[in-house]
């Protein structure tokens, strides 16, 4: 794969942070807040003083007005590790540019924004079973290893999400970000795999991806489709009446998966492959809190 | 157009067989998909079930088909006659040696036909590369390999024959080997009036030759060693079959004569010709006859002689003398401050001599000798002491009677010439470098001065005090010979016959000169004149044996080729496939999911 990206691109993406919805348990400070009070510039609460409390958190003010001794707290902010988990299946190289390419862009872009949040960034590519991972780590030197491990790796076998995800919560040991990319054309279900992720304690943001074409295709006659993770094929006489059916099994498709995104409290984006990765993080990430 | 095999245009039948297989590749179309789930069972649609072609001017299929027919045109081996020269390259080259003026026809030089004749080569031979050489003595390019005939026109239009020799085939072939060679060139054509020896086969020639010609082949200008003025040697050769008795014309810088020769048909003669009035240095022959070749009816010689005597008289003076002497050389009167060349003494008696030659007539010289006991003068014929002295060169001494002579005393050695009896008429003393002439008594005494021996004696006496005759010193040169010009000293200019200053440059030793007649060197140290003529060689022309000219054109005239055009249509045929190819993976990758 080849993440089209470029570096102008990346210049735009270096003020961006990615944020998440709950507070993070980690020991580590970083720039994600958790739900412990520690030190940083967000004011959480006052209490009372006890022995050994850093004097220097002592509020004078307070005390003059009210002659009490009080403490102030602050919003601990702790880092957040950030699992960016890409659809390599076969079915990734439709389109022209393929799903896969259009996807290891976007986790490219994304581990960007991660690392310059000083977030631990990892790497999970997988289709039938997940690839070899690349754990999360800090710093820029981690990009270097993402853009290599990208262009290393080509979309082949067929999906298997539920039995990926559930290696993956497997193979880690701390709860973090996880940004999963797919067409979502898992014929072994999902679900399994997302409520596992949910278990863990993973805060979970979903970017699916369809090609235009697929979207909305234009061919018509006889034409013998292939599935290109199974071989599977079917003849059809395409005419408009097979494409409207076609547009509204699509329709159904990602309705089906939207709602059980949203009931799972998922945060999901769509889009395809024909759609800039600006626009993409600016119009709807941005738009909807994922990266402020 | 015609074609080698007609018979490949059969192979359009399997156009039809292409058009099978696009129909058959419209009928079902392969796509790969994401998920077949999202296709399977979708009701088909009854009027996309019928077989059909999906375009009928579907362009892929149109370029398959032009490419099969280009394939087919280049294996049925199509080929076109086109009319083309033979040459790859033509080299002119022109023989511009002095011959070359010769007028075979009327008002037409051999170098015009020559001229005329390239310019025939240059239109029927139409070539790629084409050079032009002038051939002569300093044989050099005139136009290096070109492609445009008008180049060699315009050359051609400025071109003229020198007045140089006939050039060396070597440098010839140097030439050829400057502008590419002789495998660079299907034809070199010569173009001369000469049979020039050892050429390469491949180098043409063609010749321009006969007409008339008589000429003078040498010439050359001597002192006459026994009398006054100088005797001019020539050659003459008659290439005519005709007995001819031209004109000579003989002239210096004064004075001319004119005789009649006579030269058998087709000889060399050889002449001597006294020119006795001549006092000039600067020599013309000039031959008055009707031929062809005008340049060798001239020809030029310089010679150094001495420009006069400077003469001193002490006492009276002798006209007598005078007359011999001037009969010898042209006489001035010495500056009273400069040292005379001759200094005559008549009828005084010297206690000291004056400087330089002197000549004693009736004088003594109280240190040298002295004329003793007069009343003893003798009278009689004069004898010869030693008849063999070259002061008697030509002198008979009996015919001069001497009327008295006295005896003469000489206090230092003296060589006696002449004697009365046993007394010294004429004797000679050499003195420190200088010689004393004593003659002993009055030349109004003796006959001599109206004998025939009086000038001769005078003339020998002034060939030993003076440079009479001089050294045999002259220049003559032929054209495209080099001058030598560091022998003079530094040369101011240098004056052509046609009378141009030429400037050399500094440091400059050689000069060529380019055109007979004289050229007049200045330099620090002396003026020298050096005559120029045309190589004797230009002369032996007309009577070489005539080969017939071989033409040139007749072989190289143009002709019809084959040009196969197969090449040409199986290139068209790939660059077709090329394209088809890249259109067909472009639509290929678009119809995979559209």
Known sequence: MKPQIHEAFLARLSTLRLTTRGRRKSQLAGGHSSRRAGVSLEFLDYRSYLPGDDFRYIDWNAYGRLDRLLVRSFVHESDMPVYVIVDLSASMSIGSPSKADYASGLAAALAYVGLRGFDRVGLYLFSKTLHVPLPPARGLAQMSRIFQRLEADEPRGQTSMDDALGQFVASVSESGLVILISDFFSPGGREQGLDSLLRHGHEVVVVHILAPEEVDPKNAGRTQFVDIETGRNVTLAVGEQTLAEYRERLAAFRGELAGSLRRRAILCFETTTDRPLASLFHEDFRARGFVR | ?594
């Open chain 2, 1 to 594: 157009m015609s074609f080698l095999h007609p018979a490949a245009f059969a192979l359009f039948a399997s156009a039809a067989i292409l058009v099978f297989l696009a129909f058959l590749r419209a009928l079902t179309r392969q796509q790969a998909v994401s998920s077949l789930a999202l296709w399977a069972g979708l009701t088909q649609s009854p009027e996309r079930q019928r077989p059909q072609l999906h375009r009928w001017a579907d362009p892929l299929l149109l370029l398959q088909l032009l490419a099969l027919a280009a394939m087919i045109f280049a294996i049925a081996q199509p080929q076109r006659r086109v009319e083309q020269s033979a040459l790859r390259g033509l080299v002119l080259i022109l023989d511009e040696s002095a011959s070359m003026r010769t007028e075979d026809a009327p008002e037409v030089s051999r170098f015009s036909r020559a001229v005329e004749r390239a310019r025939v080569l240059l239109s029927e031979n139409p070539a790629s590369r084409l050079a032009l050489i002038q051939f002569s003595s300093r044989s050099h390019v005139v136009v290096p390999p070109t492609d445009d005939p008008a180049v060699i026109e315009r050359a051609l239009d400025g071109l003229e024959p020198s007045w140089r020799g006939d050039g060396d085939e070597s440098d010839l072939l140097n030439l050829v080997s400057a502008v590419g060679g002789l495998d660079s060139y299907d034809r070199l054509v010569l173009l001369t009036d000469r049979t020039p020896d050892d050429l390469p086969a491949s180098i043409t020639t063609e010749r321009f030759d006969g007409g008339r010609n008589i000429g003078i082949t040498a010439f050359t200008v001597r002192e006459n060693p026994s009398g006054p003025g100088v005797s001019a040697f020539l050659e003459l050769r008659n290439e005519t079959a005709d007995a001819l008795e031209p004109r000579l014309t003989l002239r210096d810088e004064t004075t001319s004569m004119t005789v009649t020769l006579a030269v058998g048909p087709e000889a060399t003669e050889q002449y001597v010709s006294p020119f006795s009035s001549s006092r000039g240095s600067r020599f013309i022959a000039t031959l008055s006859v009707e031929d062809d070749y005008a340049a060798d009816n001239v020809r030029y010689f310089s010679l150094d002689r001495p420009s006069g005597l400077s003469i001193r008289w002490i006492g009276e003076e002798s006209l007598y003398l005078r007359a011999a002497l001037e009969s010898v050389v042209e006489l001035r009167n010495a500056e009273p401050s400069d040292a005379a060349d001759l200094t005559v003494v008549v009828g005084r008696t010297l206690d000291e001599l004056p400087p330089g030659n002197v000549l004693l007539l009736a004088s003594d010289v109280r240190a040298l000798y002295r004329f003793v006991d007069a009343d003893r003068a003798t009278s009689g014929t004069a004898e010869a002491d030693d008849p063999a002295h070259p002061l008697l060169a030509g002198v008979e001494p009996q015919g001069i009677y001497v009327e008295t002579v006295p005896e003469t005393l000489f206090l230092v050695d003296a060589i006696s010439i002449l004697r009365v009896g046993d007394v010294p008429l004429l004797s000679l003393i050499e003195d420190r470098g200088r010689l004393l002439f004593v003659f002993s008594t009055d030349l109004r005494g003796t006959n001599l001065p109206i004998t025939v021996d009086f000038p001769i004696l005078i003339r020998n006496l002034l060939s030993t005090v003076a440079r009479v005759p001089g050294p045999l010193v002259h220049e003559w040169r032929a054209v495209g010979e080099p001058v030598d010009l560091a022998s003079s000293g530094a040369v101011r200019s240098i004056r052509s016959p046609g009378g141009e200053t030429i400037t050399p440059e500094s440091g400059r030793t050689l000069f060529i000169a380019e055109e007979p007649g004289f050229y007049e060197v200045q330099a620090a140290r002396e003026t020298r004149t050096i005559a120029v003529n045309v190589p004797p060689g230009e002369s032996a022309r007309s009577l070489l044996p005539v080969e017939p000219v071989r033409s040139a054109a007749a072989s190289t005239s143009s002709q019809e080729v084959t040009r196969r055009l197969w090449p040409l249509f199986a290139w068209i045929a790939l660059l077709l496939l090329a394209v088809e190819a890249g259109l067909y993976l472009r639509f290929d990758a678009s119809r995979r999911i559209g």
